[in-house]
């Protein structure tokens, strides 16, 4: 799939591209070439949208959202460019279509941070900024959905919007500092998933003290572990 969506968002950008060689080489840029250049320029962000879920669907990142991000991006852009060959006539299909996008983009844009490691203590930076996104997405689509135009709506939209913009940049600044604390963690579950045996029967044992003797516990033996280099 993400293969596909890749060669699919290079096609887009060559077909803009001669679209728009075309509209400056030509005198006349009618309704039609508009409607084939915004056409392109949908599944380009289709694309976009698709392939920024890809890689947290690739490493089972938020379960179903990045599948689910990937989804509507190509149903909401569909819909956007069945609103745009009619004409925006019909006002339950753009309004869908923006509503849809809207909830894609937050889907991607939560897949795209979760491909950032944090530490324990900084893990609810991206649940806030998750959750923001989702809240964005909601404001956005009952705007559309309810044409509302009340300026202080549009402001608190503004300052959501903000917040979610510095949780963004803080995370992969987080990610970034959680290097270090995430690799001593990493580093004591391996030694305390290494399983060790007795070297008569087999059977595991615990942690062996170095340069002490050890008694198995099945078979009775007594080894030392000799520690060299």
């Not at 293969?3 to 075309?22: E, H, K, Q």
């Not at 919007?161 to 990610?175: D, E, I, K, R, S």
Request: aromatic share 8%; glycine share 8%; with cysteine.
């Amino acid at each position: 799939m993400r293969r596909l969506a890749l060669r699919v968002f290079l096609g887009s950008i060559a077909v803009n591209a001669a679209i728009a060689i075309y509209a400056l080489l030509t005198k006349e840029f009618g309704d039609l070439q508009w409607k084939v250049l915004i056409t392109s320029l949908c599944v380009s962000g289709a694309s976009v949208l698709a392939l920024a879920c890809g890689p947290a669907r690739e490493r089972r990142r938020l379960g179903p959202v990045p599948l689910a991000g990937g989804a509507l991006s190509i149903v909401g852009f569909a819909l956007l460019i069945g609103a745009v060959w009619n004409d925006f006539d019909s006002k339950p299909l753009w309004k869908a279509a923006g509503t849809v996008i809207a909830v894609a983009a937050a889907l991607a844009h939560a897949s795209v941070l979760a491909l950032c490691a944090l530490a324990p203590r900084f893990a609810w930076t991206f649940q806030v900024a998750f959750a923001l996104g989702l809240v964005n997405a909601a404001a956005v689509s009952v705007a559309i959905c309810g044409e509302i135009e009340n300026e202080w709506y549009w402001r608190s939209v503004g300052v959501a919007a903000v917040l979610l913009a510095a949780f963004t940049l803080a995370v992969p600044v987080l990610h970034v500092a959680s290097r270090r604390e995430l690799a001593a963690v990493r580093s004591a579950e391996g030694e305390q998933r290494r399983v060790r045996f007795c070297p008569l029967c087999g059977a595991p044992i615990g942690a062996a003290a170095p340069n002490e003797d050890e008694n198995c516990s099945r078979c009775g033996g007594s080894f030392r572990v000799v520690m060299t280099g």
